[in-house]
């Protein structure tokens, strides 16, 4: 195990030694700025929500060399992996359950509440894959129509619980539509959900903002439980790593469905994870960027006369209301990956912020 940190830490320390630059020619990638490899791909791909610039050069570094140990099982970076997780979110090791990505935590914890029998309660429109296995499972799925402002209905949720609901899924910021809840309004949503069910917080794209996290409510809360990525601010979506933060108890009722919980992710993977969290100036970064660009992107938007929803995220939810031409005929014109139209009424899309230039491709394709 000491060997291991040691062999990890030099490989951190390598990577600082090399400096941010040197990285970019390490990853063999042309520049855009002077900061970030330009992750340049054919199509523009702007609809997964992923992070253009990562995994972070130090990640990179490391990745590569954890290749060499991958032909043993990664139990002891799992652990160090759920040391440094529980170190952030001010909890202990027994309160974190790894998934490889947060779906696999989602998938769970639907399996954990259908054994329980009911229904679960979530916004429409959210991010809602997970829940397609939910008429398999055997329970029932019931929406709550957003605000006016595209924002959870915490009022209209808290009214949808009956005494079937075994849980309640808010995902904050929410994708689709990059709104956020008000902190306060929230803690109290879920000091009162989680007297009848289970409050799951999806906080996949909370690091794009400067909110805290719900994770310190967890210790007082059986009923809560929090799932977070590395595949949004970490640039990791491909290396799969995810979590759960809940109380001992919950953590060791949803891992009890798992035949080998924590063991999902790969050695590369978990030294991805472990280096990223270290790299505390890539993430600063990339939060400069997003905002950046995410301010021009809205900005564009706005004077082709295309509502946006102010966004807490790094995707922009929008109405093709007023556009004229074929939203999606100009995409796949200009070789560019969107996504779909999530409501009818007012034809609202999303569009994931990407690098400077990708985003200029796509206003300059929909003009
Ligand atoms: C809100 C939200 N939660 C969870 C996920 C799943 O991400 P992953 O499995 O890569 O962690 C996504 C992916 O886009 C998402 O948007």
Same mark, same amino acid.
């Given at each position: 195990?000491?060997?291991?940190?040691?062999?990890?830490?030099?490989?951190?320390?390598? &990577?600082?030694?090399?400096?941010?630059?040197?990285?970019?020619?390490?990853?063999?990638?042309?520049?855009?700025?002077?900061?970030?490899?330009?992750?340049?791909?054919?199509?523009?791909?702007?609809?997964?929500?992923?992070?253009?610039?990562?995994?972070?050069?130090?990640?990179?570094?490391?990745?590569?060399?954890?290749?060499?140990?991958?032909?043993?099982?990664?139990?002891?970076?799992?652990?160090?992996?759920?040391?440094?997780?529980?170190?952030?979110?001010?909890?202990?090791?027994?309160?974190?359950?790894?998934? &490889?990505?947060?779906?696999?935590?989602?998938?769970?914890?639907?399996?954990?509440?259908?054994?329980? /029998?009911?229904?679960?309660?979530?916004?429409?429109?959210?991010?809602?894959?997970?829940?397609?296995?939910?008429?398999?499972?055997?329970?029932?799925?019931?929406?709550?129509?957003?605000?006016?402002?595209? /924002?959870?209905?915490?009022?209209?949720?808290?009214?949808?619980?009956?005494?079937?609901?075994?849980?309640?899924?808010?995902?904050?910021?929410?994708?689709?539509?990059?709104?956020?809840?008000?902190?306060?309004?929230?803690?109290?949503?879920?000091?009162?959900?989680?007297?009848?069910?289970?409050?799951?917080?999806?906080?996949?794209?909370?690091?794009?903002?400067?909110?805290?996290?719900?994770?310190?409510?967890?210790?007082?809360?059986?009923?809560?439980?929090?799932?977070?990525?590395?595949?949004?601010?970490?640039?990791? &979506?491909?290396?799969?790593?995810?979590?759960?933060?809940?109380?001992?108890?919950?953590?060791?009722?949803?891992?009890?469905?798992?035949?080998?919980?924590?063991?999902?992710?790969?050695?590369?993977?978990?030294?991805?994870?472990?280096?990223?969290?270290?790299?505390?100036?890539?993430?600063?970064?990339?939060?400069?960027?997003?905002?950046?660009?995410?301010?021009?992107?809205?900005?564009?938007?706005?004077?082709?006369?295309?509502?946006?929803?102010?966004?807490?995220?790094?995707?922009?939810?929008?109405?093709?209301?007023?556009?004229?031409?074929?939203?999606?005929?100009?995409?796949?014109?200009?070789?560019?990956?969107?996504?779909?139209?999530?409501?009818?009424?007012?034809?609202?899309?999303?569009?994931?912020?990407?690098?400077?230039?990708?985003?200029?491709?796509?206003?300059?394709?929909? /003009?």
């Amino acid at each position: 195990m000491n060997n291991r940190r040691n062999w990890l830490k030099q490989v951190s320390l390598g &990577a600082v030694g090399l400096g941010f630059c040197q990285f970019e020619a390490f990853a063999n990638t042309s520049t855009e700025n002077d900061i970030f490899p330009d992750v340049e791909k054919s199509p523009i791909l702007l609809r997964s929500n992923e992070n253009p610039y990562g995994p972070s050069p130090l990640a990179r570094a490391a990745m590569q060399k954890s290749i060499n140990t991958s032909n043993r099982y990664g139990w002891d970076l799992s652990d160090e992996l759920i040391s440094l997780i529980a170190k952030k979110n001010n909890v202990s090791n027994n309160n974190i359950l790894l998934g &490889a990505g947060s779906t696999e935590i989602l998938d769970l914890v639907l399996q954990y509440t259908a054994l329980q /029998k009911g229904n679960f309660v979530l916004a429409e429109t959210t991010f809602n894959y997970w829940t397609f296995p939910s008429d398999k499972l055997g329970i029932k799925k019931i929406t709550v129509p957003l605000t006016s402002d595209k /924002k959870h209905d915490l009022a209209g949720m808290l009214k949808a619980i009956d005494t079937d609901t075994k849980m309640v899924y808010i995902c904050n910021p929410n994708n689709p539509t990059g709104t956020i809840c008000e902190r306060e309004q929230l803690v109290s949503f879920v000091k009162e959900a989680s007297k009848k069910a289970i409050v799951f917080v999806d906080e996949a794209y909370l690091d794009f903002t400067k909110e805290e996290s719900l994770s310190n409510l967890v210790l007082e809360n059986k009923n809560l439980i929090i799932t977070k990525t590395f595949s949004k601010m970490y640039g990791l &979506a491909g290396a799969r790593i995810g979590y759960a933060v809940a109380t001992a108890s919950t953590i060791e009722e949803i891992s009890a469905l798992k035949s080998s919980p924590n063991l999902s992710i790969s050695v590369v993977s978990a030294v991805a994870a472990i280096t990223s969290l270290k790299d505390e100036k890539f993430i600063e970064q990339v939060h400069s960027s997003n905002e950046e660009v995410k301010k021009y992107t809205i900005e564009q938007l706005t004077k082709l006369n295309l509502t946006c929803i102010p966004s807490h995220a790094n995707f922009v939810y929008f109405s093709l209301d007023n556009y004229k031409k074929d939203y999606f005929k100009q995409l796949e014109n200009h070789n560019i990956q969107g996504t779909k139209i999530y409501e009818e009424n007012g034809k609202w899309t999303r569009i994931t912020i990407g690098t400077m230039k990708e985003m200029q491709q796509f206003i300059e394709a929909i /003009k």
